[in-house]
């Protein structure tokens, strides 16, 4: 069969294929990770419930006549830690969280698409998904609650880092907080959704202590809350060699001081130690919460690939 120019189509210009499907590969990271949980010196259950995740992107070669060096084998990880903190009373709190975490696997592993490569467009995208992420947690909650109604009241916190070479994203709800530890200085990346700092934002002072307490301990925002869209702070941030990435829920931060986390963290090289101390340190305050500590410690990783 002959074509005419008539009978064909012209293809639009095509983009550079190198710059549409190709990008420079991320900077290795070499990541010491760890998370501790506590329940604490007062209550009797753990509502806090953590998950410390590494997805991987390998290359293996199953055969060939090539040199080994040729063809280096290749490992790209990405981590996600994320915590969680029940409430509700009884052990609604306990499973809040627990429930939380376990939707967030299971909606994990039906995932479409798993970014481990980072330019501005899949930074929007990786925002994106995570708000949709909460959202669909958020509502598997208050499903749970809508069929079982004796639930009602119970929500958790929910906060969580992903990390993809230096690149990290964090998505928050509620007051378990996430902090960032450079240089032994020390910086809260989370606001508290709760009704004190609602009022401190606003401009108001809160000199009562009692008060300023109570006010810290009610939330204005957690999963399986009020009905209705959740909308969580996301962000994107980006690390540097010997950052260290430290996910807790309030049984530290309500009892140690963010100067004391840094020198604290600062006295430690090691991630399971550094979480260690810091869960100790809020038991030597009275432990009055459970508590949990995650860390992970960022460092470029100069290692030769495996061949």
């Known amino acids: 069969m002959a074509f005419s120019h008539d009978d064909t189509t012209e293809l639009p210009p095509s983009d550079n294929p190198r ?6 590969s991320p900077e290795r990271v070499r990541v010491d990770i760890a998370g501790i949980s506590d329940p604490g010196r007062v209550r009797e259950n ?4 953590y998950l410390i995740v590494r997805r991987r992107r390998s290359r293996t070669v199953l055969g060939t006549n090539l040199p080994a060096e040729d063809v280096p084998e290749l490992n790209e990880d990405a981590f996600s830690l994320v915590i969680a903190d029940g409430m509700g009373g009884a052990a609604f709190g306990e499973f809040a969280s627990r429930h939380a975490l376990r939707t967030a696997w299971e909606l994990g592993l039906s ?27 958020h509502e598997a ?13 119970m929500g958790t916190t929910f906060t969580l880092a992903y990390t993809v070479g230096f690149d990290g994203f964090l998505c928050h709800v ?5 902090y960032l530890l450079r240089d032994g ?6 606001r508290d959704h709760t009704l004190a700092r609602t ?10 202590e009692q008060q300023l307490k109570y006010l810290n301990r009610v939330l204005v925002k957690c999963l399986g809350g009020k009905e209705g869209a959740i909308n969580p702070d996301v962000q994107h941030f980006v690390l540097q060699p010997g950052d260290r990435l430290m996910l807790c829920t309030d049984g530290l931060s309500d009892l140690v001081t963010d100067e004391e986390i840094a020198a604290c963290v600062a006295q430690h090289s090691e991630s399971e130690a550094a979480c260690r101390a810091l869960v100790d340190l809020a038991l030597d305050r009275g432990g009055t919460d459970n508590v949990t500590v995650l860390m992970g410690k960022y460092e470029r990783d100069e290692s030769e690939p495996l061949r």
């Open 19 to 24: 710059q549409r499907f190709f990008g420079p």
């Open 46 to 49: 753990n509502e806090d419930h």
């Open 111 to 137: 995932e479409i698409k798993w970014p481990l490569k980072i330019d501005p467009d899949e930074s929007r995208e990786v925002l994106e998904k995570l708000t949709a992420y909460v959202e669909l947690l």
């Open 141 to 153: 909650l208050l499903d749970e609650i809508r069929f079982h109604p004796e639930l009602e009241g």
């Open 174 to 178: 509620g007051d378990s907080r996430a």
């Open 185 to 190: 200085a020390i910086q809260c990346l989370t």
């Open 199 to 208: 009022a401190l934002d606003a401009g108001m002072t809160i000199d009562d």
